[in-house]
T-cell receptor, first 115, second 109 residues
């Protein structure tokens, strides 16, 4: 089955460390997204990419960077992790051929804890 | 400001009872609205979108621009409907979605 895979599933890191969350997909979708979820809040968009050469900031991009290494891979980096970046991170994909608001397909999420 | 509000964190009903999950949005333009659902141990997935005007798993949602609402309804709840439900707004298209905080629906036997 075509899939959206996030690694790692869980990560504990210390304040100030650089950390990378990875997302890969076998769906053949061109668009990829990173969202963050905090308890009691909805998902918030961090970055999105419509193709390999296209990177865009979302609502809460400060403190994060991304890399679209290939159509199938979209990584999220925290340059210097801080405790309020403790959250559940979701990668998602969508297919522009299904329309500009085509359904999002989510990964299982990465739970990040910054101590 | 663009915002999605789901006023209930938890909605608890008995099997066979009607269900209405509330969603209100704040957006000055022409909105596109969605409901996403996350069942236990499954991924977040699209349930329905208002432009499709379809019923999925017995659920429907009508966009009410006057009340700026997009409530999700089902006439007879089933135990398998128990899940976390998120309302989402696409203010500018391209899936730059604004999500509500979610409502957990618990359907009891």
């Amino acid at each position: 089955d075509a899939d959206v895979t996030q690694t790692p599933r869980n990560r504990i890191t210390k304040t100030g460390k650089r950390i990378m969350l990875e997302c890969s997909q076998t769906k053949g979708h061109d668009r990829m997204y990173w969202y963050r979820q905090d308890p009691g809040l909805g998902l918030r968009l961090i970055y999105y990419s419509f193709d390999v050469k296209d990177i865009n900031k979302g609502e809460i991009s400060d403190g994060y960077s991304v890399s679209r290494q290939a159509q199938a891979k979209f990584s999220l980096s925290l340059e210097s992790a801080i405790p309020n970046q403790t959250a559940l991170y979701f990668c998602a994909t969508s297919d522009s051929r299904q329309g500009y608001n085509s359904p999002l397909h989510f990964g299982n999420g990465t739970r990040l804890t910054v101590t | 400001a663009q915002r999605v509000t789901q006023p209930e964190k938890l909605l608890s009903v008995f099997k066979g009872a009607p269900v209405e999950l509330k969603c209100n949005y704040s957006y000055s333009g022409s909105p596109e609205l969605f409901w996403y659902v996350q069942y236990s141990r499954q991924r977040l997935q699209l349930l329905l979108r208002h432009i499709s005007r379809e019923s999925i798993k017995g659920f429907t949602a009508d966009l009410n621009k006057g009340e700026t609402s997009f409530h999700l309804k089902k006439p007879f709840a089933q135990e398998e409907d128990s899940a976390m439900y998120y309302c989402a707004l696409s203010p500018g298209g391209y899936n730059k979605l604004i999500f509500g905080a979610g409502t957990r629906l618990a359907v009891h036997p």
